[in-house]
């Protein structure tokens, strides 16, 4: 067994010496295509094993093993032709079938992705290193997850693309207060690269105990995105989770005709953390209902969402602190989302949970489609004692939100906990931005002698440091 970890970082010390490669966000894009298509055979070979009548839709020469996994083939010159001229445009434009869904997949990877190297001998190095993972191999299949994800993070840390990385305790809390259950369809309208997915599966996996199991599995995951990196990160990240025909769309949620999504387009669980503080683009907003137009996106994705889900179906979902308060179709947004779904919990969350990503409030709101709400249980999350925020070093942890979910069985009023009624919150204008009124703040008493003796020291100090500098004019 190789040491995958190891082999990442190799890898990436190679592009470094790479001049066709500038920045963190194209050697991850280089090195997700490389991993997909050195995965995807991968898999091809395990499968042709198991039915010898199967054929990839990867043509022959462009599969990883005729070109790739010979540490002494194609290098120099003649590398970066093949890619260039070969293998990214043959993908591009793949002849697929009306059903081949991983035709589909694979076409639209390589739509949206570049080849950045421009030295054949480094890009034969990196190859040279990928190789030595066998992602058929069982332990290093489980390690290799652990290092994706590390990728993905690595991703999330480059303002540039525009992306952030939703923490995973906070995906896995989500996924275990929602608790999806084998064979209800789940949904994530706006995946990026499929970490509450991930999440879900792994949560799945322990209700698997046949073949049909895994068959039900693979057809009840389902994603949406639109950016050509996260959507290649995507599948290739349900590809490691042993989903082998990914059910992710490359395409944006919100172009979709509102009235168009009918019953048997309907999923039971959505989980979801939708892009916010963003403008949607011209005239998205007119796939929705005038009452509900909008260029805030995650406002739109919440309408969408209410129309995605079955009667019965369940939510948990991250919102800012935006999406709870304001006027004109920001309240006509609330308005129905309580009046058609219960919203049983909102989850209100430290400012820094996505630091340093986004720093804006965040929430957790969970609902269920199909009865009007009642009331409102919130509970304020707090940061661990003795630290004052979040970080990329310090991350929430899940075991953080243990206390919510011992309280989320037997819930009772405390200094973390309150109960809104939806009277209230009509008298509120459906304003859901409400503050723990159970909070025990700290009372500040003022030394005003120590204030004026501190300020007094300040002052001769400042006076020192203005005559030292004035002898030296």
Known sequence: MSNIGGVIKSIRDIFRKDPGLSGDAQRIEQLGWMIFLKLFDDKDKEKEILNPKYKSPIPNKLQWRNWAEDDEGMTGDALITFVNNELFPQLKNLTIGLDDKLGVIIRNIFDGTNNYMKSGTTFRQAINKL????????????????IYEDILQGLATKKDTGEFYTPRAVTQFIVDMVNPKLGEKISDPACGTAGFLVCAIEHLRKQVKNIDNRKTLQETITGTELKPLPFMLSVVNLITHDIEVPQIVNTDALSREYTSIKQADRVDIIIANPPFGGVVGDGMETNFPLNYRTKESADLFLILFIQMLKDGGRAGIVLPDGSLTGDGVKQRVRQKLLEDCNVHTIVRLPQSVFAPYATVNTNLIFFEKGKQTKEIWY??????????????????RIEEFEPVKQWWKNRKASESAWKVSMQTIIDRNFDLDIKNPNKVVEEVVYDRKAIINKIESNQSQISKILEELKSLA
């Open 131 to 146: 190789n030595e993972i066998d992602f058929n191999s069982s332990k290093e299949h489980h390690i290799f997850n652990a």
């Open 379 to 396: 509970y304020e999350h707090t940061l661990p004692e003795g630290q004052k925020a979040y970080s990329k070093t310090k991350p929430i």
